[in-house]
């Protein structure tokens, strides 16, 4: 094994593009559990949206275009999740298992004519100045597009829920419906916007992976993303800036894996690849041990059935 | 204007009837979604739910095989059913599943080659502890640090894919096997064997377990005291804790049951129908043991009929791939379906549809 192959530089350059995915799918993911939903389909519209980003990229040539129909794929297929959530008052964790089992069914069902193709992928975008700075640079100033609009995103998030009014009422629909039902407010309009938002997000993240990280399409590619996003947003206890770090903590695990792997370390390639997820569940573990803080954060009304009596 | 009513209590007649209106629909919409593909709706339909039993030239190959597909799938949603009626959302079955099986294939391999008629039980004993222990990390975790055992079993899921890739190229590879990844043929050592036990009916020690299952679970919810404190304890939490059932040994055992089902039932495959531990063992069983669950309405007789319905959807399926040209993915979405549509016109169990606006007028 030769260490010295790792340059420092590319590490955490491709540390940012393997945490993107995941943290476009926990970024919308926490918008909906922060409005009281729990929907556990990320895995779900994730790979949907890499396939239906992947084919209109490659019937188009025009990956940005990919990357809009993946977003609006999700949305489309989470509203199914709020449709039957909300209106007819399913279960939420068993439909958001249900969501992930259509949209693995789905999407290798429309990606299987589209396998081992290429595709154009996102061009890299040369900040002016900043890029041409030593070391940081390229670290941090020479990413492509969506790398910024996921930390515009989160930006956004946290600032619309903090200094908002509609960021203020979706988080009462999430603290206690019934209250906010009280005050007037549509708790399952607001509750199915948040749906189709992390729907899109979630789109948008799978649509990264296929069209950038990768890029290829291949069944069953998000291996579990969708989940670790979900791990993340407890991680983050429903904080924007904590699923940013967290996001971020994550693809610099896999990435250093694969580069362990690359680097030429032959014993045992199958312990560096379960590493994420064992450190998922040791994260999840120590977060949740600290039992009276998390239990504080999580919104009160969370995964909770919501139906108007009066 | 349509209303939603609560019903004070949950209708029996829509109980029965909703699993077989959520079939229906899905057979309309997987029709429209075949005919989407290009292949004709009803062709797909009958190839996939009538020719497997029925068809002269099928029938005799394809019948046997349900039993052989339902039995993995009864014994694993037997297990979960009895969780998710706890509101204990054990989702990494599959995990479990490969667990099982490498654990008892590891104890009966350790073995080869002498002859035993004890080595099989011992196998199958091995493949319930391996399931068990497995499930038992997400069950510890949660009563100790109250961890999320829906994330915590389902990251589990990886990880066993990945040991299994690990052991079925390393420690259990078979020494004759000209250094191909995976083990020795389990189903062709006389002492590992799990045969069918009636011929050509696909009848194998895993099936007649899991209708053992069946029936046991059927005890255990009606009759005993154990089964009235997991229903109560998804029903009414906080009516539970003041009956004195505690939370924690209630998450162990319907954790720890369903980890040793789903690791019987990973043994029994590997030992008959799968033959060996090979990198792709992990066939989905865990997963769609879930839809099992829900569309057998959490109840053993339920799950039973279920079970066989989606074998049979697995086998249509096969089939339909090879007579139509249909993609194999199509059928997932089919099962996927099936479960949304099952959630659905669930409402109509639990509220009462009214018609009309419901406001006061003076």
């Given at each position: 094994m030769d260490l010295s192959n790792i340059n420092p530089i590319l590490l955490v350059a491709s540390i940012m593009i393997s945490a993107t995915p995941i943290l476009l799918a926990a970024i919308g993911e926490m918008v909906v559990e922060k409005s009281g939903v729990l929907n556990l389909g990320v895995e779900g519209m994730m790979i949907t949206g890499a396939v239906i980003g992947f084919i209109v990229a490659i019937n188009t040539g025009a990956p940005l275009l990919g990357f809009v129909t993946a977003a609006m794929a999700g949305a489309v297929l989470s509203l199914s999740f709020g449709v039957l959530t909300q209106v007819f008052l399913s279960n939420q964790v068993a439909t958001g298992l249900g969501l992930t089992l259509v949209g693995l069914g789905l999407s290798s069902l429309l990606g299987k004519p589209y396998e081992g193709m290429k595709t154009v992928t996102l061009p890299k975008l040369d900040i002016p100045i900043l890029s041409d700075l030593p070391v940081v640079g390229r670290m941090f100033f020479s990413h492509d597009i969506m790398v910024y609009i996921s930390l515009g995103i989160v930006i956004a998030v946290w600032a619309f829920l903090k200094f908002t009014r509609a960021g203020l009422i979706l988080r009462a629909v999430g603290e206690s419906h019934e209250s906010a039902h009280a005050l007037g407010y549509k708790v399952i309009r607001v509750r199915l916007a948040a749906i189709m938002f992390g729907g899109a997000c979630a789109g948008l993240g799978g649509a990264y992976l296929s069209l950038v990280r990768v890029p290829q399409w291949t069944?069953?590619?998000?291996?579990g993303a969708g989940w670790i996003a979900l791990a993340i947003v407890v991680f983050a206890s429903w904080r924007a800036g904590r699923v940013l770090v967290g996001a971020y903590l994550f693809g610099g695990i896999t990435v250093l894996q694969l580069n362990l792997q690359a680097a030429g370390l032959t014993w045992g390639v199958q312990y560096l690849s379960m590493s994420p997820y064992l450190i998922t569940i040791l994260v999840l573990v120590f977060i949740s041990s600290n039992r009276k803080r998390s239990s504080h954060d999580a919104p009160a009304n969370l995964g909770q059935t919501f139906h108007a009596t009066r | 204007m349509i209303r939603l009513e609560k019903r004070p209590q949950p209708s029996k007649a829509w109980t029965v009837a909703t699993p077989i209106l959520a079939v229906i629909l899905t057979m309309i919409f997987g029709g429209i979604m075949f005919g989407l593909i290009g292949t004709s709706p009803f062709e797909a339909i009958r190839t996939i739910f009538w020719d497997p039993l029925?068809?002269?030239?099928f029938a005799a190959f394809s019948r046997p095989q349900l039993l052989v597909k339902a039995g993995p799938l009864i014994l694993i949603a037997i297990g979960l059913s009895i969780g998710f009626r706890a509101g204990i959302w054990n989702i990494g079955a599959e995990g479990q599943y490969i667990m099982g099986a490498i654990f008892g294939a590891g104890a009966g391999l350790a073995l080869y080659p002498m002859e035993s008629v004890l080595i099989l039980p011992l196998m199958i004993l091995a493949g319930a502890l391996g399931g068990w222990a497995w499930a038992m990390i997400p069950a510890l975790l949660k009563v100790k640090f109250g961890t999320n055992e829906i994330l915590v079993s389902l990251m589990l899921v990886y990880v066993a894919e990945n040991l299994l890739a690990s052991v079925s190229s390393g420690i259990l590879r078979n020494p004759e096997g000209m250094g191909f990844p995976g083990s020795r043929n389990l189903a062709q050592w006389s002492s590992s064997q799990n045969l069918e036990?009636?011929?050509?009916?696909?009848?194998?020690l895993g099936v007649l377990t899991a209708f053992i299952a069946v029936i046991l679970a059927y005890v255990l919810l009606t009759r005993h005291i154990q089964g009235f404190n997991i229903r109560l304890t998804g029903e009414a939490p906080r009516a539970a804790k003041f009956a004195g059932v505690s939370p924690a040994r209630t998450v162990l055992f319907c954790l720890g049951l369903a980890g040793a089902l789903a690791g019987m039932a990973g043994l029994f495959e590997v030992t008959g129908p799968a033959g060996q531990i090979t990198?792709?063992?992990?066939?989905g069983y865990g997963f769609t043991a879930i839809i099992v669950a829900f569309l057998g309405r959490l109840h053993p007789v339920g799950i039973l009929l279920a079970g066989l319905l989606m074998a049979l959807t697995y086998i249509g399926g096969e089939l339909a791939q090879l007579m139509l040209g249909v993609p194999g993915a199509s059928i997932q979405l089919f099962q996927g379906m099936l479960l949304f549509f099952l959630l659905g016109v669930d409402v109509l169990t639990n509220y009462r549809v009214r018609f009309g606006s419901g406001e006061v007028r003076a």
């Open positions: 069944e069953g590619m998000t291996a | 029925f068809d002269p030239t036990l009636i011929p050509n009916t696909g009848m194998h990198i792709d063992f992990g066939s």
